[in-house]
Nanobody, 121 residues
Framework: QVQMVESGGGLVQPGGSLRLSCAAS????????MNWYRQAPGKQRELVAAITRGGSTNYADSVKGRFTISRDNAKNTVFLQMNSLKPEDTAVYYC???????????????WGQGTQVTVSS
């Protein structure tokens, strides 16, 4: 029904930048919030950034001023621009979208497959 495709991860030196993207496709009626989470080895998954359909954003304190979340509603895609990356940003990054498959259907969450971000010299 819904396919989620993430891209943009990789290896970057401290202070560098990466841009993640996550596209949702399929029988989607509407998308509400779009989020980015991350999970480092041995740690719980944490919310990094969120954006509503109207464009309101929220960030974890650890990434404020360095990361920017944005979305393209026409393409059902969410982005995460990551600047001034630090080694502690190393993690698998996951997107999550809350969407409806029909006007009378309840909202459900779909997750991307995850993309590895490694910050190391």
């Amino acid at each position: 029904q819904v396919q989620m495709v993430e891209s943009g991860g990789g290896l970057v030196q401290p202070g560098g930048s990466l841009r993640l993207s996550c596209a949702a496709s399929g029988s989607i009626f509407s998308i509400n919030t779009m989020n980015w989470y991350r999970q480092a080895p041995g740690k719980q998954r944490e919310l990094v950034a969120a954006i509503t359909r109207g464009g309101s954003t929220n960030y974890a304190d650890s990434v404020k001023g360095r990361f920017t979340i944005s979305r393209d509603n026409a393409k059902n895609t969410v982005f995460l621009q990551m600047n001034s990356l630090k080694p502690e940003d190393t993690a698998v990054y996951y997107c999550k979208v809350r969407l409806k498959l029909g006007t009378l259907r309840p909202e459900v969450d779909y997750w991307g497959q995850g993309t590895q971000v490694t910050v190391s010299s």
